[in-house]
């Protein structure tokens, strides 16, 4: 397997205990530390609902999404326990039109993912 960033192989270390588990991260340690996952989370309104907005990724440099796509489990585990009737948007950037599309929609309470945004002024415009 081999890194969708700095494309170096990844080594994963066999023992008995994890000879059977199929681990499928895309990402090695070394661009993990350059690039960590810090989970923001923000609450826009919108014209009929919420959108909740979870953001991982907070860097000004283009990475793969495919790199990070193990780590969304634990939003996914939350989103059907939790948001069940929102609808769940996925997307590896945002920026500020998708973000006013997303709020003119009238189909209630959003759960949104984001690998990282592309957003100037979010503390001006979205956070309350």
Do not use: R
């Amino acid at each position: 397997m081999f890194c969708y960033i700095c494309q170096k192989k990844i080594l994963v270390k066999k023992t008995i205990f994890n000879l059977f588990v199929t681990e499928t991260h895309h990402i090695c340690e070394y661009c993990l530390d350059l690039y960590p996952i810090y989970i923001q989370y923000q609450v826009i309104p919108k014209d009929i609902g919420v959108i909740n907005w979870y953001s991982l990724i907070h860097s000004d440099e283009d990475l793969d999404g495919i790199a990070y796509m193990s780590f969304l489990k634990p939003l996914y585990i939350d989103y059907l326990k939790h948001d069940k009737k929102s609808i769940y948007l996925y997307f590896d950037v945002i920026s500020d039109k998708l973000m006013l599309i997303l709020q003119s929609i009238g189909f209630g309470d959003i759960y949104l993912v984001t690998l990282y945004d592309e957003i100037k002024e979010k503390e001006h415009a979205y956070v309350i």
